[in-house]
């Protein structure tokens, strides 16, 4: 059974998207299947992975992109698979495990404009769709906007586990708290479209430090959000099993360097700044292996 990830923090510019991006190509590299469904409007993961030249054919058609499962609803999820998505100029596949349920700007009507049957609301439509398909992959990524609207439901719905990922400031904690107060209000209203096959609705299982400035001191806001974490812990808001990575992401310009090239940092070339790319993907590394070893401790618990 497929693993299904949220991640999403109601503090924006954190760096979301290239966290999961990058933790998805290690997790494929590592020879996992892993498909990625963009969930942000802004459309960042899909333009990333596919490349402005062929994410705009998506965008001008809007067919092929999420919200086309909903308006005019003829396609469906596995409709809209783009198969091992990271490819070479010639079309060559790169990263072979790795897909993408792109996203287009059109995605924001899905917020006023799309009037769904109220007895099938649009995170059910997508659920139903995406269970065609699960199997086929170890993780599921949903990439979510910093907010519990229509949009990032879809994902939240469908998604086992959520991680915030989070920068060392006080905003980045007033999002998490604002995130797990806006959780139990969703999840109170989505509760009565739930199955028995889901399981219960996914609650805050980690977070994780992402773009560390050189020379800064993150002991202090790891206190601060370890503190909240353990008061949200106790009171039985977030997993159990919710943990402060130990391992976090150094800031890194080969990171928007990747963003430019339209790869994952792991498939960056090296060059004058190897050392630096060397160090980042180690990062990552890290972090994934601390998600994999997550996924032991949620089986346990």
């Not at 006080?170 to 989505?190: C, D, M, W, Y």
Request: with cysteine; hydrophobic share 40%; charged share 25%.
């Amino acid at each position: 059974m497929a693993r299904k990830i949220a991640f999403i923090n109601y503090k924006g510019g954190v760096g979301k998207t290239s966290l999961l991006v990058n933790l998805g190509a290690c997790l494929a590299k590592l020879g996992h299947r892993v498909l990625i469904c963009d969930f942000d409007t802004q459309s960042n993961a899909s333009i990333w992975l596919m490349k402005l030249d062929r994410w705009n054919k998506v965008n001008a058609k809007g067919k092929g992109a999420v919200y086309s499962i909903f308006e005019p609803g003829e396609d469906t999820v596995a409709d809209l698979v783009v198969k091992d998505v990271v490819k070479s100029k010639t079309g060559e596949s790169l990263l072979p495990g790795l897909d993408l349920v792109p996203t287009s700007f059109n995605l924001v009507d899905l917020e006023n404009e799309y009037n769904g049957d109220p007895s099938e609301p649009h995170y059910v439509v997508f659920r139903d769709q995406l269970a065609e398909i699960e199997d086929d992959y170890d993780f599921i990524l949903f990439d979510c906007p910093p907010n519990i609207l229509r949009a990032s439901q879809c994902g939240i719905f469908c998604a086992n586990e959520i991680y915030v990922p989070s920068n060392p400031d006080a905003l980045s904690l007033i999002g998490f708290t604002l995130l797990v107060e806006k959780l139990g209000k969703f999840h109170q209203l989505s509760a009565s479209f739930r199955t028995g096959a889901q399981g219960v609705s996914a609650r805050v299982q980690g977070i994780i430090f992402n773009s560390i400035k050189t020379g800064v001191d993150i002991d202090v806001p790891r206190m601060r959000m370890q503190l909240r974490l353990n008061q949200y812990r106790s009171a039985k808001r977030v997993a159990p099993t919710a943990k402060l990575f130990e391992n976090h992401i150094r800031d890194a310009m080969v990171v928007r360097r990747a963003v430019t090239l339209g790869l994952p940092v792991v498939l960056v070339g090296t060059g004058s700044q190897s050392g630096e790319q060397d160090n980042v993907v180690d990062d990552y590394r890290k972090v994934t292996l601390e998600l994999l070893n997550m996924g032991d401790s949620i089986a346990q618990s």
